[in-house]
C-alpha cells in the first residue's frame, strides 16, 4: 500500500508540472476568465438598467418595443453568443490542448515503464 | 376551467401518460446495472441529454406561472426568464466537463472525490434531499391545483396520479427512462410552444409590436406593463439584484441538474448538451414572453375576470381563446393540450428529482446508516480485477436501494403535499430550492475543483451554512414572518445574504482546518482530480451495449 501510495504521490503532481498541461490550463483560464466577465458584464448590465433606470426604459422605444424588452431581449442574445464562442473556443483552442497534454501525458507514463 | 370533469382533457393525458410508461418499461432492461440505472449507462447522446436537461428544468411554473406573472407585472416578470438562461453559463464554464470526468453518480462523488470523507457525503445528501424535497412539493402542488382547475380532476386524485407516475419511472427504468420521459416533454412542449406563439402573433400581422400596442391597451396596469418595477419598484434594487442572482447562480448547484452530465460518454458530450438547452429553453422563454403580452392583447378588458387572481390560467385560457373560444372543438382540444404539457411538465421535473434523492440516499446516506466501508476496494491484499468486481457488486446493490428509497421517496413526498394542502406558496418552495443550490452547493463544488487548501471541513461548514442562512433567512421574509409587523427583511430571496455567508463558511472551515488536514496525500489527490477534470483521464467509461 505504502509502495503503491509513493508511486501514486510522484504520478499526479508532477503531471500538474507536464508543460502540455500548463498549456492547457492556461488555455482554459483564459477563455473562462474572459467569458465569464463578458457573462458578468451582460449581467450587471440588466441589472443596472432595470434597477436604476426604470423610466428611460419604459419610455423609449426602438422599432416599436420598449428599450425594457430589448434588455431583456440582450440577455437571450448575449447569452447565445457567449455560448457560441464557448463552443468555438473549446473545439479550436481547449481541444488541441487537451489532446496535446493527454499525449504528453501517455508518452509520459510509457517512458517510466520502459 | 369551470371545475367540471374535462374528459377530452383527461383522455390526452392518459395518452401522454401511456406513452411515458411505455418508454419507461422498454428502458427497464437497460436500467439493471448500477450505471445504467443511475446514469443510463453514460450513453445519453448530446441533443437527448440537452433536452432532458430543459425538461427537468422547464417546469409548469415557467409554462402557467411565469405567463401570468407577465399578464399582470409586464416585464418585471420576463426577469426570471432571461436570468433563467443566463444561469446555463456558470454551469457551461464553471462545471459541465469538469463534473463529467470528476463525477460518478451523485453530486457528492465530485466534493468527496478528494477527501473520501463520510460526513461531506451526509451533509451534502441531506441539503441535495432538502433541496429535492422543495422542488417536488412545489410540482405536486402545481400538479393538484392546475389540473383541478384545467381538467377537473381532484387535487388529492392529480397528486396521486403524478406522485405514483415519478415513482414508477424511477423504480422501473431508473435514469434512461427518466431522460426520455423529459425529451418526450421537451418535444410536446416545444412544438405546442411554437404553435401558440405564431397563433398570438397571427392575430396581429405576425408583428410583435402590434401585440404590444394592443397589450398595453387592454393590460390591468395600462402603460406601466413596459416599464420595469411593477414587482421590485416597491422593495428596491436590493431585491431585484438579490432575487435575479438566485435564478442565476442556483442553477449551478441544482444536484438533479448537474448529476445529468454524468449521463452522457465523455466531457464534449456534457458540452454539446448545453447548447441543446440553451437553445430549446430561450426558444420557449422568448414565447412565453409572447404569451404573456399576447395574452393581455387577445383576452381583452376581460382577460383578468378570466385568468383569475394568481394568473396561473393565462396561458390555458390564450389557448382557448386561440382554438376558437371555450365551448368550441378547438377550444377544448387547445385545452386538452394544455393539460397534457402542463401534467407532462410536471412528471418530468419530479421523475428528474426523485433519481437525484434516490441516488443520494442509496449511495450516499445507506452506507453511512448501516457503516458500511467506504470502499469495497480498500484492502491492500485485493487485486485490480477484484477490487473492480467489489466495486460493482456494491454499486448493484445501491442501485437496488435507490429504486426502492424512489418508491418510499414518492409515497413521502405525496403524503406531504396532501398535508400542506393546496393554498401553499409554491414559489417559495422554488425560491428556496434555487437558494440553498446556489448557497450551500455552489460555493463547495467550485472551491473544491479549483482550491487545493479546500478540505472536508470547509465542505461540511459551507453546506451546513448555505442550508441554515437560507431557511433562516426565509423566516424574516414577508411570505413566512410569523411576527407582528412588518418582516424586517424586504428581500425576496435574500441570496445576497446566504451565498457570502455560504463562501465565508468554506474558507474559514478550510483555514481552521488546514493544518490538520493538509497532507502529502490531499495535495496528491487534488492533483489527480486536476488532471481528471482537465483531461478526462480515468474518468468513468460508457457502457457498452
Known sequence: ?114 | MTGEIDYLAIAVCAAVISLTLWVTFAAARRSRSATGFFAAGRSITGWQNGFAIAGEFISAGSFLGTTGLIFYKGVDGAVILCTSVISFLPVLFLLAEKMRNVGKYTLADVLVFRTGARRVRVVVALSTIATGTFVLLAQLVAAGVLLESVSGIPFALSVTVAGSLMGIYVFVGGMLATTRVQVIKSSILAVLAIVVGLGVLSQFGFSFPGVLSSATEHAVSGDAVLTPGLIFGETGALNLISYALAFALGTAGMAHILIRFFTVPEASTARKSLGWTVALCSMFYLIVIVMGFGAMAVLGDSGADRVGVSGNLTAPVLVTELGGGAGTIGGSIALALVAAVAFASIVAVVAGVVISAAGTFAHDVWPTLTRRPESPAGDPDMGREAAAAAIAQKDAKDAKIARIGAVGFSILAILLTMAIGDSTNITYFMGMAFMVAASAHLPSLLLSLNWRRFNSTGAVWGVLTGLISTIVSLMFTEALWLGSGPAPLTIQLPVIITLPLGLAACIIGSLVAERRQRTDLADEKFAEMIVRAETGIGAELAEAH
Do not use: C
Open chain 1, 1 to 114: 500500500m505504502t509502495d503503491h501510495t509513493d508511486a501514486a504521490a510522484t504520478k499526479w503532481s508532477q503531471i500538474l508540472t507536464v508543460p502540455e498541461f500548463v498549456e492547457l490550463r492556461r488555455r482554459r483560464r483564459r477563455v473562462t476568465t474572459t467569458l465569464g466577465v463578458i457573462a458578468i458584464a451582460l449581467f450587471a448590465s440588466f441589472l443596472v438598467g432595470f434597477a436604476f433606470f426604470p423610466d428611460v426604459l419604459g419610455d423609449n422605444s426602438v422599432f416599436g418595443i420598449p428599450l425594457s424588452l430589448w434588455v431583456v431581449f440582450s440577455q437571450f442574445a448575449g447569452t447565445w453568443v457567449l455560448v457560441y464562442a464557448y463552443f468555438r473556443l473549446s473545439r479550436s483552442y481547449i481541444q488541441p490542448a487537451v489532446d496535446a497534454a493527454v499525449a504528453a501525458i501517455e508518452q509520459r507514463d510509457q517512458e517510466r515503464v520502459a
